[in-house]
């Protein structure tokens, strides 16, 4: 395959291409690289967004194709559009070099969808600096910018997903964060702290957490059995068990799941239970719970499943 005559190709829109002609463009070289960049200036808006998210579904369908690094020259792209796609497509990618130009995306000059986008990649790379794959300078950087925008941004939304990259990493001054989040009487915001307090792997938040299975509101009562699962110490699912009979349908499935996260052979037998009562979309969640538990030889490792109510 002539890579240079596929890339010049893809710059016509009246020239349909394959998906499996994207594949050759998979880990081109320098020079390949450099002709695409420059075939790409006279690639109209709509076939670039194409062409960014065809990228991305190949390389989930394939963990050996790499765009990375046209994902990583099109972080500065005037477009915004281009610029989130291309923050999607580094999800899997560990390299520094993307960190500067990532914290750039935070910058109030850009969109708020792209500033949070920008943020969701570098909470990837505070999870990076927990696994001690990146090195502290760099995970040093990437907190002090984001406790920057949590304390001086007035967009909710903004601050709530810092709140959320951040708040794995657990420091004292987040933790300060987290708490006055959750004194806020807004619901929104207290949704976040809660997810927060989970994300923190920390027992401290738990009278909090168990405070708020019983909230009146179901989206306080959908993080905080989440959460729980998250937190708790032990195989004990007692406090969460209650919510099988809420009224929300999606609470019911959280906690069919955060029972198979907590694990232990009283999870095993309460799924069980639920699995052979009736054909409801609960017996099938918890039928399909249990085959993810079952399927793994360490009951610790576990994929929430999602169910559709109808």
Same mark, same amino acid.
């Given at each position: 395959m002539d890579v240079i005559n596929l890339i010049n190709n893809i710059s016509d829109d009246n020239i349909p291409y394959k998906h499996s002609d994207l594949i050759?463009?998979?880990?081109?070289?320098?020079?390949?690289? $450099?002709?695409?960049?420059? %075939?790409?200036? =006279?690639?109209?808006?709509?076939?670039? +967004?194409?062409?960014?998210k065809k990228f991305i579904l190949l390389s989930e369908e394939n963990v050996e194709l790499d765009y990375s690094q046209i994902f990583i020259r099109?972080? %500065?792209? $005037?477009?915004?559009?281009?610029? #989130? @796609?291309?923050?999607?497509? /580094?999800?899997?990618y560990e390299g520094r070099e993307i960190i500067d130009p990532v914290i750039s995306l935070l910058d109030k000059i850009h969109s708020v969808e792209v500033r949070i986008s920008a943020i969701s990649l570098l909470g990837i790379y505070i999870m990076h600096a @927990?696994?001690?794959?990146?090195?502290?300078?760099?995970?040093?950087?990437?907190i002090n910018q984001l406790k920057l925008i949590f304390k001086n941004e007035k967009d909710i939304n903004i601050r709530k997903k810092v /709140?959320?990259?951040? *708040?794995?990493?657990?420091? $004292? $001054?987040?933790?300060?964060? +987290? &708490?006055?989040?959750?004194? *806020?009487?807004?619901?929104?915001?207290?949704?976040?702290? +809660?997810?927060?307090?989970? #994300?923190t792997y920390n027992e401290k938040? /738990?009278?909090?957490? @168990?405070?708020? @299975?019983d909230s009146i509101n179901p989206g306080i009562r959908f993080e905080a059995v989440n959460a729980y699962a998250k937190l708790c110490n032990s195989n004990n699912i007692s406090p969460i068990v209650k919510l099988i009979k809420d009224n929300d349908h999606e609470i019911? +499935?959280? %906690?069919?799941?955060?029972?198979?996260?907590? =694990?232990?052979? %009283?999870?095993?037998?309460? /799924?069980?239970?639920?699995? &052979?009562?009736? &054909?409801? *979309?609960?017996?099938?969640?918890?039928n399909e719970i249990l085959k993810n538990i079952k399927s793994e030889e360490n009951y610790s490792f576990f994929t929430p499943i999602e169910i559709n109510p109808n």
């Open positions: 050759h463009i998979s880990s081109i070289n320098k020079k390949q690289l $450099e002709v695409f960049f420059k %075939t790409w200036k =006279g690639i109209s808006k709509t076939r670039k +967004i194409d062409l960014l099109f972080l %500065t792209d $005037e477009e915004p559009e281009i610029n #989130q @796609l291309s923050l999607e497509g /580094l999800w899997e @927990l696994d001690k794959k990146i090195i502290k300078r760099d995970a040093d950087k990437i /709140l959320e990259a951040i *708040s794995p990493y657990g420091d $004292e $001054e987040i933790n300060i964060f +987290i &708490n006055q989040t959750y004194k *806020s009487n807004n619901i929104e915001f207290k949704k976040s702290a +809660i997810f927060s307090m989970g #994300q938040w /738990l009278p909090k957490i @168990l405070s708020e @299975l019911r +499935i959280a %906690t069919l799941n955060a029972i198979g996260v907590i =694990g232990g052979e %009283t999870s095993i037998k309460f /799924l069980e239970t639920i699995s &052979n009562k009736s &054909n409801s *979309s609960l017996s099938k969640a918890a």
